[in-house]
C-alpha cells in the first residue's frame, strides 16, 4: 500500500500491534522499571553512580556499541528465527551480569561489550522477525538505532518521544548510509558517522549509567548483577520490538497514516497517565 491510506484502511491485528507498540516505546524508562522492582525512588537510582566512574562510561559505551553492531549483524544467519529466543538472551545477559558482579566495576569493561553482543544480536533477531533484510546497511543501522530510543531525555529536553528522537537520528543515519554508497564502506572517523555514533552512544550512556548505579545501589546490589543485566536487556528488547513493528507497519501503509495513528494512541496514553 501506498501513504494514501487512510487510517481506517489499518487491520485491526496490525492495529494492535500499532498499539502494543506504544505501550513498548512510550512506557516507563529503564531506571523507573529498576526502582518500580527495587522498592526506591527513582532519584536514588539515577544519583548513586560516583562521578569519577560517570567520567570513564563513554568511552567504554563507544566501544561496546561500535564492536557489537559488527559482531551482532555478520553473525546473524540469513534466515529469521520464527521467534526471537528473547528469554534465552535475557538468561544469557543475566550470567554475563552474574560474573561481573563478583568483580565490580573494574569488569565493566569486559561485561559491557559481551552484553551489548548479545543484545544486538537479540535485536537483529526481532528486526529479521519483523520483516528486515540485515544485508542492506539501512536495516543493520537500524538495529542500532534501538540504543537511542531506550533513554528517555531529561526535563529541559523537548525530545520527549519515540518519533521526535527517531526523526533526529533518521538524520545521521541517512548522511551515513549515503557516505558508505560514496565510498563503498564505512570510514568510522568520517564526522558523519562520528556524529551519528555519538548521538546513540549520549542516549545509551544515559541507561548504561543507570545499570551501573543499581549495582552499586544497596538494594539492586543485593539482587546481583544477573538480575540488572536481565532486566537491561528485557528494556532494549522491548524498544527493540515497537520499533521494528512500527517499521513494519510503515512499509505496508505508509509512514504518514503510522505516524498520525501513533500520534494519536500516545496522547491518549498520555493523558490517561495524567488523569
Known amino acids: 500500500m501506498t501513504d494514501d491510506v487512510t487510517l481506517f484502511a489499518i487491520a485491526p491485528a496490525d492495529d494492535a500491534a500499532l498499539k502494543n507498540a506504544v505501550r513498548q516505546l512510550e512506557g516507563r524508562n529503564f531506571a523507573a522499571r529498576l526502582a518500580d522492582y527495587a522498592g526506591v525512588p527513582v532519584h536514588r537510582v539515577l544519583g548513586f553512580l ?27 544467519d540469513e534466515k529469521p528465527p520464527r521467534t526471537p529466543a528473547i528469554g534465552f538472551s535475557s538468561f544469557l545477559a543475566g550470567v554475563t551480569g552474574g560474573v561481573s558482579g563478583l568483580f565490580g566495576f573494574g569488569a565493566l569493561a569486559v561485561e559491557l ?3 551489548t553482543t548479545l543484545m ?4 537483529a533477531e526481532i528486526a529479521q522477525h519483523q520483516g528486515e533484510d ?3 546497511l539501512e536495516a543493520r543501522l537500524a538495529c542500532l538505532e534501538v540504543f537511542a530510543y531506550g533513554a528517555k531525555p531529561d526535563a529541559d529536553n523537548i525530545d520527549v518521544g519515540y518519533y521526535a528522537a527517531r526523526a533526529l537520528i533518521s ?8 557516505l558508505a554508497l560514496e565510498r563503498g564502506a564505512i570510514d568510522a572517523s568520517a564526522p558523519v558517522v562520528a556524529g551519528f555514533v555519538s548521538e546513540i ?17 544497596p ?20 524498544i527493540a520490538q515497537g520499533h521494528f513493528a512500527l517499521r513494519r507497519l510503515e512499509r505496508r501503509y505508509g509512514s504518514a497514516n503510522i505516524r498520525a495513528r501513533y500520534d494519536e494512541l500516545a496522547a491518549r496514553k498520555s493523558d490517561a497517565l495524567r488523569h
Not at 219 to 237: E, K, P, R, S, W
Open 50 to 76: 560516583p562521578k569519577p566512574v560517570n567520567r570513564q562510561l563513554s568511552g567504554l559505551v563507544r566501544k561496546a556499541v561500535m564492536k557489537g553492531l559488527e559482531v551482532a549483524v555478520d553473525t546473524r
Open 113 to 115: 561489550p559481551m552484553t
Open 120 to 123: 544486538l544480536r537479540a535485536i
Open 134 to 136: 540485515l544485508a542492506t
Open 171 to 178: 538524520k545521521y543515519t541517512h548522511d551515513v548510509a549515503a
Open 201 to 217: 552512544v549520549s542516549r545509551f550512556g544515559l541507561v548504561v549509567s543507570d545499570k551501573v548505579a543499581a549495582g552499586a545501589l
Open 219 to 238: 538494594v539492586l546490589g543485593a539482587l546481583g548483577g544477573a538480575t540488572v543485566n536481565m532486566i537491561f536487556m528485557d528494556h532494549f528488547q522491548r
